[in-house]
C-alpha cells in the first residue's frame, strides 16, 4: 500500500515540473522570425510645398480585360496561431466584398502557407461560422475554396487551432505566411482609385496611362460609370480626366472606381498607372492602414516607427506625421532613411489614418510603419 501511495506522489511530482518547465519553456518552431516587423508600407511621392507637383501615383500593375479577374479581399503577411493549457491566441477578421463584385462572382478561395508547427492539433479555419477548414496542417501551401453561395458583403473569418490534446501541458502552434482571401470574378476589371478632399479642392488633372500587351477588340474605360475612352488602343496609350470634364458622374473625396471593359475581344494590360495632379501650395500625404489585435499589441509591447526613404531634398525642412488626426512627432528630414518613433496609444483595431506634412519640400519614396 506504501508503495503504491509513493508512486502516485511521484507522478503528481513529475506532472507539476512539466507543467511548470512548459510554462517558461514553451515550444516555437526555428526559422521563423519571432516578430512581424513590417506593418504596412507605400510610396509617398512629394511632401511639402511645391508649386505644381503629381500629388499621387497609383500603379495596377498588369492584368487582362474581358477575362476571368481576381481580386485580394483580405491578406495578412504573417500570424502565429496557438492554443494550449495557458491560453490561445487565434486571428478574426472582417471581409467586406464590393457589390460589383459581388454581382460578377464567380468563386472565393483562401490560400496560405505553413512556415512551420508542432502539429499538436488542427487548424481551423471558420468563414461566418461554418468550418471550411479543420486539418491536421503540414508545412507548405494550403488552398481552401470558398463558394459563391458562402459569400456575402460583409464577413467574418477566424482562423484558429484545436488543442494538444493528452499533451496537455504543451501548446499548438502555426506559424503562418502569405494568408490571402480572394475572389474571381469578371469579365469586367474594376479598380478603386482614392483622392482626398485636399486633392480634389486643388486638383489640375488625372493621367491615365498603360502599355497594351495584346489587343483583339474595342477597349472601354470608364470612370464612376461615365465612359472617357472607347477605341481600338495604341501600344502606348493614355487618357486625361478631369472632375469637371465628367457630364453624369463626378470624382468624389475617398475611393473612386475605374472600369475596363472589351467589346468583341479581349485585352493584356500592362504598366496601368493613374497619375493625380494638383495645383497648391502645400502636399500632405494620407494613407489609411488596419491593424489587427495581435499587430496592435506588438507594437505597443516593442515599440513603434515611422520609417521613410527620402529620395531628394528640394527645400530643407523638417516632416511631421499625424496619427488619426493627433500629431506623432516628426524629423528634421535629411536623404536616405529617416525615423519618426510615435506612441502606439494613438492607434485603434482595424482602421487607422497616417498624415505627413513638412515644412520643406521632399521627395518620398518608400514609407513603412513597423516595430521598432
Do not use: C
Not at 499587430?295 to 528640394?314: I, P, T, W
Not at 528634421?332 to 519640400?361: C, V
Amino acid at each position: 500500500m506504501d508503495t503504491f501511495i509513493g508512486s502516485l506522489i511521484i507522478i503528481a511530482v513529475v506532472l507539476i515540473i512539466l507543467l511548470a518547465v512548459s510554462a517558461y519553456f514553451p515550444y516555437y518552431p526555428e526559422g521563423v522570425p519571432a516578430d512581424i516587423r513590417v506593418i504596412h508600407e507605400f510610396s509617398a511621392g512629394t511632401i511639402g510645398y511645391s508649386e505644381n507637383y503629381v500629388s499621387r501615383v497609383q500603379d495596377f500593375g498588369s492584368f487582362g480585360v474581358g477575362l476571368p479577374q481576381l481580386e485580394n479581399l483580405k491578406s495578412v503577411p504573417r500570424m502565429e496561431i496557438t492554443a494550449g493549457l495557458f491560453g490561445l491566441s487565434s486571428e478574426r477578421f472582417t471581409v467586406l466584398v464590393p457589390s460589383h463584385i459581388l454581382e460578377w462572382l464567380k468563386s472565393g478561395e483562401i490560400t496560405f502557407t505553413v512556415d512551420d508547427t508542432n502539429q499538436y492539433g488542427n487548424l481551423v479555419i471558420t468563414w461566418n461560422g461554418a468550418e471550411l477548414y479543420n486539418e491536421m496542417a503540414d508545412t507548405g501551401k494550403h488552398t481552401v475554396t470558398v463558394l459563391p453561395s458562402q459569400i456575402k458583403e460583409e464577413n467574418g473569418m477566424e482562423i484558429a487551432a484545436q488543442g494538444p490534446g493528452v499533451m496537455f501541458w504543451a501548446a499548438t502552434i502555426y506559424n503562418i505566411r502569405d494568408f490571402k482571401m480572394n475572389a474571381e470574378y469578371g469579365p469586367a476589371k474594376f479598380l478603386d482609385f482614392a483622392v482626398s478632399q485636399d486633392e480634389l479642392e486643388s486638383l489640375d488633372r488625372f493621367d491615365l496611362s498603360w502599355f497594351t500587351a495584346s489587343r483583339l477588340g474595342t477597349l472601354v474605360v470608364k470612370v464612376n460609370g461615365e465612359g472617357i475612352y472607347s477605341a481600338e488602343p495604341e501600344r502606348q496609350d493614355s487618357v486625361e480626366f478631369t472632375d469637371t470634364g465628367l457630364q453624369t458622374a463626378s470624382i468624389i473625396p475617398g475611393d473612386n472606381r475605374l472600369t475596363f471593359l472589351a467589346v468583341d475581344g479581349s485585352f493584356e494590360l500592362q504598366d496601368v498607372i493613374l497619375k493625380t495632379y494638383v495645383s497648391k501650395n502645400q502636399r500632405v500625404m494620407r494613407e489609411r492602414f488596419e491593424l489587427t489585435e495581435s499587430q496592435l499589441n506588438s507594437l505597443k509591447a516593442k515599440g513603434s516607427v515611422v520609417r521613410m526613404y527620402v529620395e531628394d531634398v528640394e527645400r530643407p525642412g523638417r516632416l511631421q506625421i499625424k496619427l488619426n488626426e493627433q500629431s506623432a512627432g516628426s524629423v528634421d528630414a535629411k536623404p536616405g532613411w529617416n525615423r519618426i518613433p510615435f506612441s502606439a496609444d494613438l492607434l485603434d483595431i482595424d482602421t487607422n489614418w497616417l498624415e505627413i506634412s513638412g515644412t520643406g519640400t521632399f521627395d518620398i519614396g518608400d514609407v513603412s510603419v513597423e516595430v521598432a
